[in-house]
């Protein structure tokens, strides 16, 4: 069974960068799409940033775009650079990986790790 780890979590100052990563053990995630979520308090759980396996298209969030970049190292592996963070930006951030689309329950989750963005 895959397990995803995600690590890099923090609080930083408002204009601040952090960088997530991803991990997977236990298996391959080779053909598996990733992506991060996160997740506020009250707020729905949104999808910032997803990558295909193949050809490594990404895509972004509108409320993201331009300040983070999703990158995938290897077939296990992944981690989200987040630049010029906002407090809107807090939020508990989850790794994901689906071998379909994003439509339904991906077939992997990490744990959750932490992102506090103080004005």
């Known amino acids: 069974q895959v397990q995803l780890v995600e690590s890099g979590g923090g609080s930083v100052q408002a204009g601040g960068s952090l960088r997530l990563s991803c991990a997977a053990s236990?298996?391959?995630?080779?053909?598996?799409?990733m992506g991060w979520f996160r997740q506020a308090p009250g707020k729905e759980r949104e999808l910032v940033a997803r990558?295909?396996?193949?050809?490594?298209?990404k895509t972004y969030a509108d409320s993201v775009k331009g300040r983070f970049t999703i990158s995938r190292d290897n077939e296990n592996t992944m981690t989200l650079t987040m630049n010029s963070l906002k407090p809107e930006d807090t939020a508990v951030y989850y790794c994901?990986?689906?071998?379909?689309?994003?439509?339904?329950?991906?077939?992997?989750r990490g744990q959750g790790t932490q992102v506090t963005v103080s004005s």
């Open positions: 994901a990986a689906t071998y379909g689309g994003w439509t339904t329950t991906p077939d992997y």
């Open positions: 236990g298996g391959t995630l080779k053909y598996y799409n």
């Open positions: 990558i295909v396996w193949t050809p490594g298209t």
